[in-house]
Each structure stands twice: as C-alpha cells, then as structure tokens.
C-alpha cells in the first residue's frame, strides 16, 4: 500500500529542470537555449524550476522586426506567417536571418515547485521578460494584431522563463505597453550610465530611435556640461524630435551607412578632437565604419545593434589601422531595468514622447 502511495505521489512531482534551460534543448544536445535549432515549447507540463507566462505582447527587437517586414513586403498576414514558421521550426522566436528576438510581457501563470517562496513574484502577476525571445520556449495560439510602428505584436500565446531568466514587474506608474517599449531596450542606456564620464565626447548613432533618445538622455546627465552628445538621426522628423528634447549639444541627419561624409562632420563639430565614445543603436547593417572612424584611438565603440557584423568591425578597424576599444552590446547589466524606468520618471518631455510613439 505505501509503495503504491509513493507510485502516485511521484506522478505529481515536477521535472527537475537545469538552472539555465538546457533541459528544453532538443537539437542539437548539449548547447544553451540560445544558440539551440530546436527547443521544447510544450506547455502541457513545467518543470520544477520554471515560470509559466501567459504571454499578451512580444516586443521584436528592431533588427529583427525590420528584416521580417522587408521579407514580407510590408504585408501582415506575411509577417504572421513568417512568425509563426519561426515558432513552429525552432520552439522560439528567433529570427533565423539576424539571429536576434526580442522580450515579451505576460502574466505569470504557474510558478515551479521548487521556485515558490525563493522569488519575488506569485501568480498573476505582469511582468516583462528581460531575456531574449531567441532563448525562450515560445508557442503561439493566435496572432492578434501587429504594430509595425513599434515592433509590438499581441498574441494569445504561452511561454518558459527559465530559472537563470531575469524579468521586471510591470510598474503601478506607467502604462504596461510604455514600460514594454523602454525595457526592450534597458540594456543600451544603462551601459551608456556605465560607460559615460563627465567630460566625455559622446556620438550617438541612430539616436532618434528609442534606445537612442534613451541613450542621448543618459549621456548628457553624465557627460555633464562639460561633455558633448552628438545625436547622429537617419530622417528629418527624427532629428526635429531629437532636437525639442534638448538632450544633445548637436544633432544632425545623415546615412550612418556612409562612413566618409559622416567622418567629416564630426571632425568638424569637434574640432578634429573626434569622440571619446560611440554608441551604436541602429537596426540596419553597414554602420561598423561610422561607428570606428568617428571614435578617437583611445574611445571606446559600444555596439548594442544586432544589426551589426562584428566580423566587419573587427578587420574594418584593423583596416584603418583603429585602436578603439569595441564592446559587444550585452543587453543586460546590473539595475537596467531600474536605470531605464526612472529616465521616463525623470524626464516628463521623454516619457511624453515614448507615450506617444510606443503605448
């Protein structure tokens, strides 16, 4: 009788899962979620030490957005079907061409037996992942409706976060969708809070954009008034926005793609003296050699796109004969979701802006 007592209570005991998800690796075994073909999106059953999401809202990060809405000619029901191909081949939402995913928002469902009473979170809770969709089990039920101008795209959908997965309450002060938009990002201006001293020239590469404005705010409280930020935007209404905000000493408009003419400027705007740092927030490729040319030897370039081809700004810089120091654009460091929220606190005139654009 207690033999067959313990035969049933095993039936209900979870899984127990590894720390970094590698249990959900299907092909090929033995590497971590994130560069895996295939991981296990079933949601039937969690293991011990995983978060179940109810998932309303994927936030495609802007490199991969771009791509699959060029692939699909602009049209949504091309794009769903794209996304959803992604999904069903690989058990996540990784884009096969830029490699990059994006975060989600959702509402904690279950919460593995072995995580309960060990995080800050219960049930019912809404949280936006801080991990990237090209590492989270992923499975999509509907497409809902698609914002191409925000790269937004709600779903009825679940999803895994992991146990080593990091995540953000949805704060009780902003709108969920305006929190969504800014963390997606929180990684670029926390390192630009990092990377940033007073007196530093700082150039800011698609600073329009929202990681950009995020980045150019950021720069100008610590670079100070005796740092320069350079705002380099792609289009007129982009710069006009920029310069309203008043977070730049310069802004201007130019193709971040052709290296020479953009050179030219900033020698100009700085007296030859060129910028302490670079920080690359754009979403299309080519933009290595701007991003190179404009540093000092001595600075440091800071690429947080995933458009970028660290190959050619490997040989590029070597090419010219650049000593830059260049950082891979990690998008997490200690305190960024806090770092990111407290900018749009701080700052009525970005928040505004962010409202308009992106919730």
């Known amino acids: 009788m207690q033999k067959n007592n313990l035969k049933s209570l095993n039936i209900f005991m979870q899984k127990k899962g590894n720390k970094y998800g590698t249990h959900r690796v299907i092909e090929p075994k033995g590497v971590l979620p994130q560069p895996a073909n ?24 802007s490199a991969s957005f771009t791509d699959i809405s060029a692939r699909a000619g602009g049209d949504e029901e091309k794009i769903k079907e794209i996304m959803f191909s992604l999904v069903e081949e690989q058990g996540k939402h990784r884009n096969k061409w830029t490699g990059s995913g994006g975060m989600l928002l959702g509402v904690v469902e279950k919460i593995g037996d ?5 995080i800050n979170l219960k049930e019912g ?6 991990v990237s969709l090209s590492l989270t089990p992923l499975r999509i039920d509907k497409i809902k409706e698609i914002r191409k101008d925000v790269d937004q795209v709600d779903i ?31 990684g670029a201006p926390a390192q630009t809070a990092k990377l940033v001293k007073p007196g530093d020239t700082v150039l800011i590469i698609g600073a329009g954009g929202k990681s950009g404005m995020l980045c ?26 920029l310069q309203k905000l008043g977070f730049c000493d310069y802004v201007f408009s130019a193709d971040a793609t052709q290296p020479v003419p953009i050179l030219e400027k900033i020698e100009e705007i700085t007296k030859g003296e060129m910028c302490d740092i670079t920080i690359n927030n754009v979403n299309i490729p080519d933009t290595e050699m701007t991003s190179i040319l404009c540093t000092k030897d001595t600075g440091i370039v800071y690429f947080f796109s995933m458009a970028t081809s660290f190959t050619k700004a490997a040989l590029g810089a070597e090419g010219v004969g650049s000593d830059v120091t260049m950082l891979v654009g990690n998008g997490y460091t200690k305190g960024h979701a806090e770092i990111t929220l407290q900018e749009l606190r701080e700052s009525p005139e970005l928040r505004k802006i962010f409202e308009e654009l992106y919730a």
């Open 216 to 241: 150019c705010y950021e720069a100008k409280k610590r670079a100070g008034v005796t740092g320069k930020v350079i705002g380099l935007c792609h289009s007129q209404k982009s710069t006009e926005r």
């Open 125 to 130: 809770d809404k949280i936006a992942t801080l």
């Open 38 to 61: 295939k991981l296990n999106n079933d949601m039937s059953e969690i293991y011990d030490n995983e978060i179940l999401i109810d998932v309303k809202t994927l936030n495609i990060d």
């Open 114 to 118: 072995a995580l309960k009473g060990k």
């Open 156 to 186: 009825d959908g679940k999803a895994i976060l992991f146990e080593s997965g990091i995540y953000a309450k949805i704060p009780a002060d902003m709108p969920e969708k305006l929190a969504l938009s800014a963390l997606d990002v929180a």
